[in-house]
């Protein structure tokens, strides 16, 4: 079965930092762009960060610039998200995404919640 797990997601409080974990089985990740996404309730989903299949190229939504980083482990299958200075706007479910020319596979999602 091809697909994506998400993890890492929780409560955190504001200021605090989260490290999420996206781990493919089925496939492996070497040739697929992969990005993190996010949904907050009652908001559209939207992208968070990017990182392209060698590494060598990555990007940040304004929002998350200098706080987020993200980066991916191709021996282990496995694309993380750091995520530092957690505010309540950061609160959503987070999903990862793998893209390669026609396949394209999304993670169930992973939610946090920054709340103190």
């Known amino acids: 079965q091809l697909q994506l797990v998400e993890s890492g997601g929780g409560l955190v409080q504001p200021g605090g930092s989260l490290r999420l974990s996206c781990v493919a089985s089925?496939?492996?990740?070497?040739?697929?762009?992969i990005a993190w996404f996010r949904q907050a309730p009652g908001k559209e989903r939207e992208g968070v960060s990017c990182i392209s299949s060698s590494g060598d190229s990555i990007n940040y939504a304004d929002s998350v610039k200098g706080r987020f980083t993200i980066s991916r482990d191709n021996a282990k299958n496995m694309v993380f998200l750091q995520m530092n200075s957690l505010g309540p706007e950061d609160t959503a479910v987070y999903y990862c995404?793998?893209?390669?020319?026609?396949?394209?596979?999304w993670g169930q999602g992973t939610q946090v919640t920054v709340s103190s």
């Open positions: 089925g496939f492996t990740l070497d040739n697929y762009a």
């Open positions: 995404n793998a893209e390669h020319r026609v396949f394209d596979y």
